[in-house]
Nanobody, 131 residues
Framework: QVQLMESGGGSVQAGGSLRLSCARS????????MAWFRQTPGKGREAVAAISTGDSSTVYADSVKGRFTISYDNSKNTLYLQMNNEKTEDTAMYYC????????????????????????WGQGTQVTVSS
């Protein structure tokens, strides 16, 4: 069993930065693929970025490419999302997700339906970007 706990959300003005964290606990011996999703009211979850803790491969949604950076600290079992040059359209509830995987991540980890690849989810942290 794996538990995920997000932190670091809050309010920021457009152009600002925030860093989200997701602490992973429980059974940690397996290699995992992890991701950040976001969701706004009335819409489904959108994959933002994904990373393989095994080979450190990463993939990003076009909407955040060049602005957001996903990373994982193996020593702390913690996933991060560094968000720079925030835009108002980044406002959403952000969720951390994880599941075991044997390889790297690719476009299928951020495409439509990518949420079905993950069995473990955090409770979410709100990010609000104001103009």
């Amino acid at each position: 069993q794996v538990q995920l706990m997000e932190s670091g959300g809050g309010s920021v003005q457009a152009g600002g930065s925030l860093r989200l964290s997701c602490a992973r606990s429980g059974y940690t011996r397996l290699k995992y693929c992890m991701a950040w999703f976001r969701q706004t009211p009335g819409k489904g979850r959108e994959a933002v970025a994904a990373i393989s803790t095994g080979d450190s491969s990463t993939v990003y949604a076009d909407s955040v490419k060049g602005r957001f950076t996903i990373s994982y600290d193996n020593s702390k079992n913690t996933l991060y999302l560094q968000m720079n040059n925030e835009k108002t359209e980044d406002t959403a509830m952000y969720y951390c997700a994880a599941d075991s995987c044997t390889g790297g991540v690719g476009a299928w980890y951020i495409g439509e339906g990518a949420d079905a690849l993950f069995g473990y989810w955090g409770q979410g942290t709100q990010v609000t970007v104001s103009s």
